[in-house]
């Protein structure tokens, strides 16, 4: 077939000689368009699974040299004499800083919010600001297998209530420690702050908290967690000292425009508690990521 008006073979044919027309050439150019892009875009699908999987393990990590705002809700059901209902929202801010080329210094404050029911007869329910504690861990910019971190733990009596808080100023010592291997991040924080001064009325403090974590890594940014603070009151007797949850939930890294969030959903069943503590506890924490 031969255009007549141009005096060359139509567009999209082949002539004798087996040259491709303009159309035929478009075609070819379209599809090679169109392969590219699937092929950037599974390549940018596979490299955001790999970066969500790696944002999880540093969010993972209480020693990641990575800035974070948790906000951490912890529910606690069975409170005081009415089995009522504590709610507890603890801002988590994380801040590394790096010292030299081998030390990173990385700051984790808890400011807690507490909703607070009544604990005794003729005791209304609290709102308010608990004691803000400040933790400061020492870690090796560059660890081996083995991540870990130590530093001192400082609460000050900032509570706006006295139900609210000890109304001592406390320290001690706080050390962190753990393993990332495959899918596992495994490991522990651990502090015991003793009251050095504050309100002379009030019970001294003399607590010990442990909370252990263990995280399996999923694809897609999804993790099963379990992470139960474990605490004892070494000034309480010893059938109101300790108190011991159970439990675990599930985790995703995921984002919003370009911001990566961590949300988590777990649940603890205290199987040793003192007199009026929780029974059972959710825990919902939405965390903010800024990685490098």
């Keep these: 077939m031969v255009d007549l008006f141009a005096g060359r073979p139509a567009a ?5 000689a087996g040259a491709v027309g303009p159309r035929t050439k478009v075609r ?3 599809s090679f368009v169109a392969g590219a892009l699937l092929l950037a875009l599974l390549h940018a699908h596979v490299a955001y699974a790999q970066d969500e999987g790696a944002l999880a393990k540093q969010a993972q990590n ?3 040299s990575m800035v974070s705002l948790p906000f951490q809700n912890n529910f606690n059901f069975g409170v005081g004499p009415d089995d009522a209902l504590q709610n507890n929202l603890n801002i988590l801010p994380v801040v ?7 030390w990173n210094l990385i700051s984790r404050s808890v400011l807690p919010l507490i909703y607070q029911p009544a604990v005794a007869p003729g005791l209304g329910n609290v709102f308010g600001l608990g004691d803000i504690q400040e933790q400061l861990y020492l870690s090796p910019a560059k660890p081996g297998s083995f991540i870990w971190g130590a530093g001192p733990v400082l609460q000050f009596p900032t509570a706006t209530d006295m139900a609210l808080g000890a109304g001592k100023w406390a320290a001690g010592p706080g050390a962190v420690g753990l393993v990332i291997k495959g899918h596992w991040v495994v490991g522990a924080l651990a502090n015991n702050i003793w009251s050095y001064g504050g309100d002379g009325d009030r019970p001294n403090v003399n ?3 442990v909370q252990p974590f263990i995280n399996y890594n999923l694809p897609q940014g999804w993790y099963l967690t379990s992470s139960p603070i474990i605490t004892a009151n070494w000034e309480a007797d010893s059938d109101n000292r300790w108190t011991v949850p159970i439990g675990g939930g599930v985790g995703k890294i995921f984002k919003i425009d370009a911001q990566p969030i961590n ?5 603890y069943y205290n199987v040793v508690r003192p007199d009026g503590g929780a029974d059972w ?3 919902l ?5 800024f990685p490098k």
């Design 12 to 16: 999209g044919t082949i002539d004798a």
């Design 28 to 30: 070819n150019v379209k």
């Design 62 to 64: 209480p020693v990641a």
């Design 96 to 102: 590394p800083f790096k010292l030299n080329k081998d």
């Design 207 to 209: 607590l010990l908290t």
């Design 263 to 267: 949300a988590q959903l777990t649940s």
């Design 281 to 283: 506890q959710i825990r």
């Design 285 to 289: 924490q939405i965390q903010l990521l």
